[in-house]
């Protein structure tokens, strides 16, 4: 029994030595550059040609520039600085009106003094969006999302790449593409067509920039989310007044590239990934504890170097070369499934991949099934993972959205008997994923949009929107 033990306790020994021989920064894989295809895009406009400014400034107050502000913001968030002072968010709720739980222009419409006059008190926040995007219209300016630098060195835990402001001009863009419905919504009561079209045309400016020139996982999520929106908001008008055709018509063309690109966000988020991991190496052993609890504690602080002891014990398990080169080839092997597959197709693949790593967890870590090369740098890759696997789904509503919304309009430029539209809806062109989620409700009324992001969400409700389709009547301008 002693020889037993004996051989136990050298051959836990002989394991424990074999797995630190293995798992140590000096066996690391040597360092490569980062692939290029998952390198994030550079912005070729200038700061003061690039809208993303602007928009990350539009709550500037009514002295200053929003194109400075939001110059000073990025160059503040570099260095930390604290934020300035800010114009209030509108406070009326038609500003803040779901398209994904109810049809907006029905509750827009209710009252059209009130509509009047909650847009003349936006008076200077709707003319710096009007400017915004007039300029996009007419060329003269851009959209190109930049992403932030990562410091150079670590002295504060909000020097973290993941502590770093992204995307600022969301909040600017969200506010200025409600403007530009709601006064198109007014314009449409008014029967102004001179405000009308060219609410419309600024809305879809703006939008299709965003589609175009974002690249954060965030930001694109966003594009995503306000397009399907402006969407929806196309459609509604249509069914309203099907005289409108040829004013939303161009409202539903086709979609930028980069919308139907599968992987247009995967450079970024690989980017993001990245640096996270690179930090962490260079973040072990040197934060301190916490000094208290609760809003009044201080942030922990960085030491300016860890202790021997603590850079002895980090530098085993975790491999920073080994887990970015792992990093990176896993994001290779997403942009190749998101060429061939598609948003829809890849969703099914990366929930595939989170369901089969839930049911892991599960189970629990067994020591025997822990990754034995780089075991905490794989631990957390593998953690990280499933995060991204409800995106594509994100995607694929807008196109599903997109699709609606060009159904919409075909039944007012050629309608459709009830009783036919069963038949028709069959006939058109769409997705196999689409076809699934795109059902005429019993009379034939409304469209049923089954999308995919909601799914599983608290409000399960909103997972299934419906689209009011036109009466059936005859053809505008016959």
Known sequence: MLWALGLIGLSSLALGAAWLASNNRWVDAAPQPRPAALQPRQTSAAPEANVFFDLAGLFAPANESPLARGQAAWAGAEAGAVAAPRLAKPKDPRWDCKWAREDCLVSWSQDAQALKASLDEQALLLGRCVAIADALLAGRRAFEEPLPQARAELRLVSDQYLALPLASHVQGAVLCLRAFQLQAAQAQMDGDASVLAPALARGQALSQAQLSGAQSLLAQTVAWSQARQQLQFAAALLV???????????????????????????????????????????????????????????????????????????????????????????????????????????????????????????????????????????????????????????????????????????????????????????????????????????????????????????????????????????????
């Not at 063309?253 to 988020?269: E, N, T």
């Not at 693949?349 to 870590?365: D, I, K, L, V």
């Not at 993972?385 to 599903?400: C, E, H, I, V």
């Not at 809806?425 to 089954?450: I, P």
């Open 240 to 478: 309203r007044d099907p005289a409108l055709a040829g004013v939303v018509a161009p409202q539903l063309g086709p979609l930028p590239a980069r919308a139907l690109d599968a992987a247009s966000w995967m450079p970024a988020s690989a980017f993001f990934q990245a640096q996270v991991f690179r930090e962490l190496g260079q973040l072990c052993g040197r934060v301190q504890p916490l000094d208290g609890v609760g809003p009044q504690a201080e942030l922990p602080a960085l030491l300016s170097e860890a202790s021997a002891w603590e850079r002895l014990k980090c530098h085993f398990g975790f491999m920073p070369e080994r887990i970015l080169q792992d990093n990176d080839a896993w994001w290779l092997q997403m942009q190749a499934q998101a060429a061939k597959l598609g948003p829809e197709g890849l969703l099914k693949q990366m929930q595939a991949q989170s369901e089969a790593h839930e049911q892991a967890q599960s189970r629990g870590f067994a020591s025997l099934s822990l990754p034995w090369r780089n075991t905490i740098g794989e631990i957390l890759f593998q953690v990280a993972r499933p995060a991204y696997a409800s995106y594509p789904g994100k995607q694929a509503d807008l196109l599903l959205s997109h699709r609606a919304a060009q159904l919409v309009l075909a039944l007012v430029q050629q309608p459709v008997a009830l009783a036919e539209r069963s038949a028709w809806l069959a006939r058109q062109t769409m997705s196999a994923g689409q076809r699934e989620r795109l059902k005429l409700s019993a009379d034939g009324r409304a469209l049923q949009v089954r999308t995919w992001s909601r799914e599983g969400a608290d409000t399960p409700g909103e997972s299934t929107q419906s689209w009011a389709l036109p009466t059936p009547g005859p053809v505008p301008g016959r």
